[in-house]
C-alpha cells in the first residue's frame, strides 16, 4: 500500500540516515512521514566527508558526496534537526542546514564547518573513495 507523504520537504541524507542505518536510517521512521525519492550526488564537488568514529560530517572541499534523497514531514524534520544537533538561529549548533543542488534536485543538507570537522575527525574507516567521490560505509 502506498502512503502519502505529509510534506514535501526535500533532505539529501549521507550517513547513518541512510536506508539501513541500523540506529536511525530514515527508512525506520512511519512511512506516511518520510518518502525515499533516490540515490543521489551532490550535483558539485564542493564537499569533503570526515569520519567522526559512529557518524560522519561534510565540509567544504573538492569532491561529490554520495547519499539519499528523501521527502520528509515536518516532524521526520524536526526529528533529523534533533539528531544532527540543529536549531534554526542558534549559534551551538553541532550542524549547519544548508540548501544545496543534487543529481535529483535541490535538497536541504546537514553539513559542519571545516574547523570543528577536523577537531573531531578520526581516522577514515567508514568513508570511502570512489575517485571524487566520498560515501559513507554503513
Same mark, same amino acid.
Given at each position: 500500500?502506498?502512503?502519502?507523504?505529509?510534506?514535501?520537504?526535500?533532505?539529501?541524507?549521507?550517513?547513518?540516515?541512510?536506508?539501513?542505518?541500523?540506529?536511525?536510517?530514515?527508512?525506520?521512521?512511519?512511512?506516511?512521514?518520510?518518502?525515499?525519492?533516490?540515490?543521489?550526488?551532490?550535483?558539485?564537488?564542493?564537499?569533503?566527508?570526515?569520519?567522526?568514529?559512529?557518524?560522519?560530517?561534510?565540509?567544504?572541499?573538492?569532491?561529490?558526496?554520495?547519499?539519499?534523497?528523501?521527502?520528509?514531514?515536518?516532524?521526520? @524534520?524536526?526529528?533529523?534537526? #534533533? /539528531? %544532527?544537533?540543529?536549531? !534554526?538561529? =542558534? $549559534? *551551538?549548533?553541532?550542524?549547519?542546514?544548508?540548501?544545496?543542488?543534487?543529481?535529483?534536485?535541490?535538497? @536541504?543538507?546537514?553539513?559542519? #564547518? /571545516? %574547523?570543528?570537522?577536523? !577537531?573531531? =575527525? $578520526? *581516522?577514515?574507516?567508514?568513508?570511502?573513495?570512489?575517485?571524487?567521490?566520498?560515501?559513507?560505509?554503513?
Amino acid at each position: 500500500q502506498r502512503y502519502k507523504v505529509m510534506a514535501d520537504k526535500k533532505v539529501f541524507v549521507y550517513g547513518t540516515l541512510k536506508s539501513g542505518g541500523q540506529i536511525r536510517g530514515l527508512d525506520s521512521f512511519p512511512v506516511d512521514h518520510r518518502e525515499l525519492q533516490g540515490k543521489a550526488k551532490t550535483a558539485y564537488p564542493d564537499y569533503h566527508m570526515h569520519d567522526l568514529g559512529a557518524f560522519p560530517a561534510v565540509s567544504r572541499g573538492e569532491h561529490f558526496i554520495q547519499g539519499e534523497v528523501w521527502k520528509v514531514s515536518k516532524w521526520v @524534520e524536526g526529528k533529523i534537526d #534533533d /539528531i %544532527e544537533g540543529y536549531k !534554526d538561529g =542558534s $549559534s *551551538q549548533n553541532m550542524y549547519n542546514k544548508e540548501t544545496i543542488q543534487t543529481t535529483l534536485g535541490p535538497a @536541504e543538507m546537514y553539513t559542519m #564547518d /571545516i %574547523e570543528s570537522a577536523l !577537531d573531531y =575527525s $578520526s *581516522q577514515p574507516i567508514n568513508v570511502i573513495k570512489d575517485g571524487d567521490t566520498f560515501i559513507w560505509n554503513l
